[in-house]
């Protein structure tokens, strides 16, 4: 069985930074796409950022140029780096593996993180 655990969150000041982690632990060989989704109270949860396991990323037009994800693929880690952060982010963030190899060579799906909060006070 594969988990995430995710850590990090906290409350900031608008303008503030935050960094995010996330270590996938279990039977793994590889990961593909690493990613952060959020969700703000009463609405639908939304991709923050993706990266592959080739180093390519994807972000939200709302974050580009103030956050940036990386990965460790030795450490099955994956990072979210929050600067200038706005009241707007303000969310539950949550990690994402699209699609992992087990080390029985087995394809997994679809694993997420239990989350956690970020608040930004104005």
């Known amino acids: 069985q594969v988990q995430l655990v995710e850590s990090g969150g906290g409350l900031v000041q608008a303008g503030g930074s935050l960094r995010l982690s996330c270590a996938a632990s279990?039977?793994?060989?590889?990961?593909?796409?690493m990613g952060w989704y959020r969700q703000a109270p009463g609405k639908q949860r939304e991709l923050v950022a993706t990266i592959t396991s080739g180093g390519s990323t994807k972000y939200a037009d709302s974050v580009k140029g103030r956050f940036t994800i990386s990965r460790d693929n030795v450490k099955n880690t994956v990072y979210l780096q929050m600067n200038s952060l706005k009241p707007e982010d303000t969310a539950v963030y949550y990690c994402n593996v699209d699609s992992l190899l087990t080390i029985s060579r087995r394809y997994e799906y679809g694993y997420w993180g239990q989350g956690t909060q970020v608040t930004v006070s104005s």
């Open positions: 279990g039977m793994i060989f590889s990961i593909n796409t």
